[in-house]
Nanobody
Framework: QVQLVESGGGLVQAGGSLRLSCAAS????????MGWFRQAPGKGREFLAT????????YYDDSVKGRFTISRDNAKNTVYLQVNSLNVEDTAAYYC??????????????WGQGTQVTVSS
């Protein structure tokens, strides 16, 4: 199984930006569709974005389109989520996931432990 470890979260002021990373242990990382989700206190897990195996295609939830950008570097076995124009409502634990399917209908098999993003004011 592939191990996923998120990093890059932290405390940021409203309007600021962060770049979240998700490092995978699997050397065949490029076989996986990758995705990002988040979960705020008292809420369910929310879909954010997916990216195809070679990074050529991306799919975003409408709520974050234009503010969040997913990317991947298969040589580094890493997927990223650039989060811009953050507001307090973006405060959540952010999770990456790996699996098959399609970017529109993924089937995730593996999940990371999450990285916390806290937006002040």
């Amino acid at each position: 199984q592939v191990q996923l470890v998120e990093s890059g979260g932290g405390l940021v002021q409203a309007g600021g930006s962060l770049r979240l990373s998700c490092a995978a242990s699997e050397r065949t990382f490029s076989r996986y569709i990758m995705g990002w989700f988040r979960q705020a206190p008292g809420k369910g897990r929310e879909f954010l974005a997916t990216i195809s195996r070679n990074g050529a295609r991306k799919y975003y939830d409408d709520s974050v389109k234009g503010r969040f950008t997913i990317s991947r570097d298969n040589a580094k076995n890493t997927v990223y989520l650039q989060v811009n124009s953050l507001n307090v409502e973006d405060t959540a634990a952010y999770y990456c996931a790996a699996g098959g399917g399609t970017i529109e209908a993924p089937a995730f098999d593996y999940w990371g432990q999450g990285t916390q993003v806290t937006v002040s004011s």
